[in-house]
């Protein structure tokens, strides 16, 4: 009898991933009291791989990227990320057009990636913008629409960046709570504004808190609304370090990151371009590059 251990991209451990994804996700948890069970605290203590001093930015006039991403991420105080290497061309995750549709957490890649996902829409902070445009870092976005409706506007300049808008129902509930009609309408209904505002139908869902992503009745929703895929994470960025699901606290490949766009409320005072610059920092201190998650899917051929 052998036991199907290939199925890396399922996941299976629903019901603790929910438990988890419920504390860390959306949630009103302010990144200290959910943390794991064994405890050597978090990486307040890790220390700094002592790399390349930002001032180094000896940029010769006609080395442009590099120069001038040295000056970008400097102008951050963040020491530049090494470049994601060119997106695969064989896809890791291929979606199929009609049918169930695949549940993963992270992307079966040895590329030495993590992707990061920003979910909600709720700070719209314009040196966010700033500094995304600056950076060039990808970013995939998690829309709820009853929380981006009052500026649909905000979003689209990081749209224009090349960043992904995907599927986070009309107003965040507890999906498995609801009917299977009350899911479709969830799904489809966020859907359509996102299709509508942004121009290009969301290929990708995720459903809040990471509740009922492996129901029957959630999946038979998103076949009925459009996108093609569940994405869950396998990280959750709190204000100043990540959340981890594996027990070594440690990024892997093809690891999924989920953030929100939050403020100073949310973040015990800390601005939105300060948590994304922490995140950036706790993977550049791991080594790792982020890619964009849509580069390393193949949409369904049309
Ligand atoms: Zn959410």
């Not at 909600?120 to 995939?140: N, Q, R, W, Y």
């Not at 129901?215 to 076949?223: D, E, I, K, S, Y």
Request: net charge neutral.
């Amino acid at each position: 009898m052998s036991r199907d251990g290939r199925s890396r991209t399922r996941t299976y451990a629903a019901g603790a991933l929910a438990l988890l994804a419920f504390a860390t996700a959306c949630g009103d948890n302010g990144g200290g009291g959910t943390t794991a069970p064994a405890g050597t605290s978090a990486a307040s203590g890790t220390p700094q791989p002592a790399a390349a001093a930002p001032s180094s930015a000896a940029a010769t006039p006609g080395a442009a990227p590099a120069g001038a991403n040295a000056a970008a991420w400097a102008k951050w105080n963040l020491t530049p990320l090494p470049p994601a290497p060119a997106p695969p061309a064989d896809k890791p995750i291929k979606l199929e057009r009609t049918g169930p549709v695949p549940v993963f957490s992270d992307v079966k890649t040895t590329d030495k990636v993590v992707f990061i996902t920003i979910d909600d829409g709720a700070e719209k902070d314009p040196k966010f913008v700033e500094m995304l445009t600056d950076l060039k870092v990808p970013i995939s976005m998690f829309l709820t629409k009853d929380i981006v409706k009052n500026d649909y506007g905000y979003f689209k300049p990081l749209q224009a960046l090349g960043n992904h808008i995907q599927n986070h129902t009309v107003d965040h509930p507890v999906m498995s709570k609801l009917s299977p009609d009350k899911q479709k309408s969830e799904v489809c209904d966020d859907q359509a504004a996102l299709t509508q505002q942004y121009g290009t139908a969301p290929l990708l869902f995720r459903p809040p808190f990471g509740d009922g992503a492996n129901t029957p009745t959630l999946n038979t929703a998103v076949q009925q609304c459009g996108p093609r895929a569940v994405v869950l994470w396998r990280e959750s960025m709190q204000i100043h370090d990540m959340q981890y699901q594996a027990g070594d606290k440690k990024l892997k490949p093809g690891d999924i990151i989920l953030a929100h766009f939050r403020g100073p409320k949310e973040l015990k005072g800390a601005t939105m371009t300060q948590m994304f610059g922490d995140l950036l920092a706790r993977i550049q201190e791991q080594g790792f590059s982020v890619a964009r998650l849509e580069d390393y899917i193949q949409a369904p051929a049309s």
